[in-house]
DNA sequence: CGAACGACTACAAAAACTATAGCATGGCTT
DNA sequence: AAGCCATGCTATAGTTTTTGTAGTCGTTCG
């Protein structure tokens, strides 16, 4: 279902209506006024009205209205604002694109250093004790920052698991888990698939809680 | 700072409005239109509008006026609606009242069974690496569910930590470190303060980038 | 031609803002 | 004790703004 969401072709303006929404909630964290922002885009406030309600037919948005004189309560879906938790990424896949998106988190957080750009849910054991199974680990998909890092990793047709990466001098890495009972392997760049870069996780109640169904 | 909050009083009718904020903000999440709460509390627009700003003058929120027609923001301070991130809990102390609050984090999940009373900058070394130095860890205030589980404790007049809790038969308990190289502690209950039960933990960006400044 | 799109005008309803005034209560002066 | 004033709570009246609804007009494309 993540990818009927462009089924629907948008209209230039309605493009420009939603792009606007886009930003503005970035930036500001909320969404503006129906009256400003026709305002600040040069167009009455019916002729807003009608692209709302045509992206809202066409499933970008869920406009709620209030009664007049209410401000409407107007929402973005998940897809657009939160970052997709990925339960499973299947073996083989080119990458997060065709991932299997559970749900999703609130923004996070999208300033630079800190961003993350989706979220995995844990499931085996290679980092225990410091991630353990059903953690939720925030990444950002970035190839590889310094060596040493937690990354989200693939060799070949595996499916992801979680290591530390050293980069060693001749093109090879070495997959380091932190649990003792695992073991380390050496690949070389051409069959590692680095797929994001540990920037933090969630674990228990807090993931539990700011999970939005999807 | 945050023992100023009761300084300033609040007349009879300005703490209906107060509790009744508070109530609308954990059912619903939001904060109610000024026209449809005047109505249910039986009041006029202007009463209550009166009300607010007394409320705003004396800190117990903020109330942001945007013109005519435009609904007003309102916000209740991050005490009264989040869970306080306690830094230390100093030594001896009776509870987590005079603790340092650091920090709130927004409303996790209110709800029954996760719910979360206040959270714990980790510092020391005696969980890991389960639980590591800086990451935050969330409580709830409960004496003690069930023999095993994590738990913050106090020993006599000494810092917190975290620990494994077990009930022994005799009214000891036995307090157990994950890090095998902390030693496990036998005490009486007479000695022993539990502060709260673990419910979870954020590290890293997804701890940062929840904190509300205080 | 008809349908979709983008824009506008005009009017109605509800909310938010401003100003003013009527009471009650408590404290102060005389 | 009586009178006066300040403060807080409530209400009424009227203005501005936004939102919602209906209908119209021109352009573009199949």
Redesign the pocket.
């Known amino acids: 279902m993540a990818q009927g969401d462009a089924a629907q072709p ?7 209506v939603y792009q606007r929404l886009l930003e503005h909630q970035r930036r500001t964290g909320q969404l503006p ?7 600040s885009m ?10 709302l309600d ?1 992206l809202q037919t066409k499933g970008y948005l869920t ?10 309560r107007l929402e973005l879906p998940a897809e657009a604002t939160g970052i997709p938790l990925i339960g499973d990424i299947p073996a083989g896949a080119p990458g997060i694109a065709s991932a299997h998106v559970e749900a999703y988190l609130p923004n996070l957080a999208a300033s630079g250093a800190l961003r993350s750009d989706f979220a995995l849910r844990v499931h085996g054991y290679s980092m225990a004790d410091l991630i353990q199974p059903d953690d939720i680990v925030l990444l950002a998909a970035v190839r590889l920052a310094s060596s040493g890092q937690i990354c989200a990793v693939r060799v070949g047709e595996d499916d992801v698991t979680l290591k530390y990466v050293d980069a060693l001098p001749n093109g090879h890495y070495r997959l380091r888990p932190h649990n003792p009972e695992y073991e380390a392997l050496t690949v070389h760049g051409s069959e590692l698939t680095i797929d994001g870069v540990y920037r933090g996780l969630l674990r228990g109640s807090a993931a539990e809680s700011l999970l939005l169904p999807n």
């Open positions: 948008l209209s230039p303006a309605q493009e420009r006024d129906l009256s400003d922002m026709a305002r040069g167009v009455h406030y019916v002729t807003l009205k009608q692209h045509a406009f709620e209205s209030r009664g007049r004189g209410r401000s409407p």
